[in-house]
């Protein structure tokens, strides 16, 4: 597939990986129409491209993009009627953009490497995969979300942008940096979407050879002080079965809490319904 002629985002496929790159460093890869335009195609291209079995989107420079280009706007204020022809174009632009990003089945990650605004941030949103680091300055008692620009620090060098960047982040969220201190990371989270089947429904799987009661623990609620409190397993919970409170409902993935005067039960999708 070919992917070189667009002016302002780059395209390389290496071992199965397409890496996109919005290629306007020069202001923050803000958007035009015509980036609207690159990105459908590239869009359409890739989910047609049996060599592509993932995709990589990120930013040259600093940002992942600042959203809509503030100059052009400014260039269209002073052509009398430009403005509106150009949001009724915009509409269609939109729409295309998003139903052929949808129509990618490859994973999309967004390497989310500075501001994501406007656009950049609803193209994170759409994409199947983004990953943020939890950091903070040693021993601060706060810590800010900073996007990762590559997947691991192979080098000095990607530690160092990191650093640079949070450093940045940090001085445009409270006014200071500062460079004696080391950056720890606390955590990584990674937001994962998926698209259910058309033909299915999507449920919770119920678990097979698990106890719903779990046992009990001591738990303390407002009010109530410490109670004993029925630990229930969430995949393993009847249907429809009400419990009341309180009561600690556990599973692989989350903690919920259920307070004394709450009920809760699982539905039939297998999720939890909890009434006050």
Known sequence: MDYTGYKHILVAVEKHVATVTLNRPEVRNAATLEVHTELEDIWLKIARDDEVRAV???GAGVAFSA???INAMHQRLQVEGANL???MRAAGHTRRLWESMLAVEQPIIAAING?????GCNIAVFSDITVIAEA????QVWDIDMPLSVGRFKSAEDLTAFRRAFDAAHEQIFTIRDPSSHVELVALRATVRCRVRAHSHFRLDAATGIEAANGKRQAYFTGAGWMETPIHRLEAMPQDQEFHGPAIVES??????VDPQARVRRSAHGSI???P
């Open 56 to 58: 990589v989107l990120t």
């Open 67 to 69: 959203g809509g280009d």
């Open 85 to 87: 022809a150009h949001s």
């Open 115 to 119: 501001d994501a605004l406007g656009l």
């Open 136 to 139: 903070r300055y040693e021993n």
């Open 252 to 257: 692989p993935f989350t903690t919920i809490v």
């Open 273 to 275: 319904v909890i009434q």
